[in-house]
């Protein structure tokens, strides 16, 4: 590990780098950062060991949030899907909410929430989402698990795969991909199930009258994460997904995440008792047992520093803190911990972090702006059309004549029935085809003609103002302003 | 091109320039070239299921008897297929119903309003323009002026019979002179603006009586029927300028329409106010007919 020519951290040549304003001599674990060639792991299928442990737990904790994904689209809400993006009819069902296209910038908002809530999440803790929370760790694990439970410890795993093809090979192997089969085809069936309704799509399957686009959805993503979650696995994390790449670039001095403590833990090495005469080396507390490389779901060596490849899991740590615990040492040889704590400096409590505060407060005002649009989302949207052909016409009393298209937005999940009322001028005398009753979710178009005697209309045009009302619920009113056309 | 190979073994074609820029010889696979030729293969399949040599005067037909034209009818007989299927019900109801029944169910006449902009558009926009906005010496089909009556029945009876046009010359027995003509001109453009009781109009009005204008044209400009009659006291005028010009003052296109009449076969220079009958140029006029009878009725003037 100690070679004298290894190129070491030079503070200055590169900019803008995290390490630029700690002492990185204060600690052997910040003065070999960055100086392995961190390596990606090659050796084929990564077969890790699975230990209990406190991260452990809280993976399957955070893996179960998951659950949803699968149970989602048979929730019912009033009898019908309570999660339902209807694409055809450009609908948004979520429990009593009904989202229309019109009001579809909230979902910019949750989009900027959860972008920020992984900055933040990332700046305290790196790659929480990434170790805990992402779905394909969630369903690497759950493939790996099966595995393990079908065809035994990764001992046994390798010998296995390094045997030729038998008939007692494929007997143990066929179980294993018919259970991620069936897990990948339900990934793809519940995603689709969440534009559709879930029990019709089930229905349609069966009866094999699925649709093209259907079929395709539900495919495609079954077979990406038959391959993915079963064969890419880790290679995903360090090739494909640029999230990955996002966070590592996130974190900074005051950002806690799973590292070896290379002060305590350097020389590595076996205890052995000494040899008459000869003095018993000073050893760190490593005992190079190789647990936490050989539980890492993404093959890398912790010991070398934090790097890409880590994505955070705490699995090393469960491993050795066991480990410790057997040889009667202090927990925490792997732990989490931030840069600054090993170059001797207090961390600032999160809320005294600049970073921290800045993504919570855009996080706090989409927060805001989302419940401030879902709580004063229109229940009724007014839109009129001006008939531009012609423009006006005069009628045999003497009065102009224009004509409207008021389109009523139905925002409600109640039959709205939209009465038009104009307003604008004294003497002016309107005249609408229908109280239009527009079902939820709909469209409704009343044709309106307003006329205002011509020697009262001076200017060619006035502003009017086109008022619907709800006669159901006389709270409902929305104003549209118009004009009103006369001639020159 | 250098006639010494340095690379003898890397597999070039012994094409160097440049001391050391040298073409290689790497072919693709066998399995991509093999599909490849495959390609060229198809083309004969190609060639003699779909129309490919051109010929002489024709060409060949292939075997499939495939055709573009054919391929576009098929799309667009499906397309029509699922708009009777799809709205089966409303166009039964627009054959069997009456139009005045039409008129006063809101989901028929909406159905009715939105199928009829594309014929309204082939077949009525020429002349009376988009939206019935009209046109000089069209009538004008969004406002309340309605020559022959402004009812959805009257609105269809339109659009099956055809309507013609006819007044006159010089007034009713062709007895008015050149100055009188003027007069009653004057006198008319005065009930428009409801001036023509005054005492400078007393000629023209005596004129408007000799001429018997009051038989069409009502004894105050407001005809009693709707004959074809335009309504003298209203704004709304129903010829614009004079053949030529169609600048001509109101009072210019009143003179000439009473000097040469409308519709008169045996006066020359005579005004046309002729639409013809739909009912053999609409197809499917059953229902077409009542169709646009319920959109130029919404359009603004509907009585």
Known sequence: MADPNKEIYRPKIHTGSVLDDVDVKASRTLDDIGVEILPLHTGGTVHAKRTGGKFRTFKWLAASFWIILFIGPYMRWDGSQAILWDLANRQFHIFSLTILPQDIWMLAMILLFFALLLAASTAIAGRVWCGYFCFHTVWVDVFTWIEEKIEGRPAKRI???????????????????????????????????????????????????????????????????????????????????????????????????????????????????????????????????????????????????????????????????????KVKKPKGLIRYAAINEFAGKALPPIWRRPRVIVYSSIMAIAAAAMIWGLSNMAPMDVTVLKDRSPLFVQMSDGTIQNKYEVKVVNKTNEVIRAQVEVFGHDNLVYIADRVADVAPGTVGTISLLVRIPRSEVGTDSLPIDIVVTDQANPQVVDRYRSVFHAPK | MAQHNPWPDEGNTGHIWDEDIRELDNPPPLWWMLAFYAGFVMIIFYALYYPAIPLANSHTKGLAGWTAIEEYKEGKGQLEAWRQRTFAAEEEQLRTLDVTEI?????????????????????????????????????????????????????????????????????????????????????????????????????????????????????????????????????????????????????????????????????????IAEMPSFKERLPDADVNIKRLAVYVHQLGGGQ
């Open chain 2, 103 to 271: 008129l006063a169910d809101d989901n028929l006449r909406a159905y009715a309003v939105n199928t009829s902009k594309v014929l309204f558009g082939d077949y009525c926009m020429a002349c009376h323009g988009w939206g019935g906005a009209g046109n000089p010496n069209f009538p004008i089909l969004a406002n309340d002026d309605w020559q022959w009556g402004g009812t959805v029945k009257q609105i269809e009876a339109a659009m099956i019979n055809g309507r013609v046009g006819n007044m006159p010359a010089r007034g009713m027995m062709g007895n008015l002179t050149d100055e009188e003509v003027v007069q009653v001109a004057e006198y008319s453009l005065a009930l428009s603006t409801g001036d023509g009781d005054k005492p400078e109009y007393a000629a023209g009005k005596a004129a408007y009586a000799k001429g018997m204008c009051m038989a069409c044209h009502g004894p105050a400009g407001k005809p009693v029927a709707p004959i074809g009659a335009s309504n003298l006291a209203d704004g709304i005028f129903r010829f614009a300028g004079v053949p030529g010009n169609l600048q001509a003052s109101t009072l210019d296109s009143y003179i000439y329409t009473i000097k040469y009449g409308v519709g008169q076969k045996h006066v020359e220079g005579t005004r």
């Open chain 1, 159 to 325: 010998k296995l795969d390094a045997e030729p093809m038998s008939f007692s090979k494929f007997k143990i192997k066929l179980p294993k991909h018919l259970a991620w089969i069936a897990i990948a085809f339900m990934t793809g069936f519940s995603f689709v199930a969440y534009f559709t309704d879930a029990f019709q799509l089930w229905e349609r399957m069966l009866s094999f009258q699925l649709g093209s686009v259907e079929l395709a959805v539900i495919g495609v993503l079954a077979v990406l994460t038959y391959l993915t979650a079963g064969f890419m696995r880790e290679q995903v994390c360090m090739g494909f997904c640029p999230y990955s790449r996002i966070q590592g670039a996130m974190t900074d001095t005051e950002t806690v995440m799973p590292t070896y403590d290379r002060d305590r833990g350097e020389p590595r090495g076996r205890a052995k008792r000494p040899k008459p005469g000869e003095e018993a080396p000073v050893l760190g507390d490593c005992i190079d047992c190789r647990m936490c490389v050989d539980v890492c779901p993404t093959g890398v060596d912790i010991r070398l520093g934090q790097q890409f490849g880590c994505i955070t899991c705490g699995l090393c740590i469960d491993a050795c803190d066991e480990i410790m615990e």
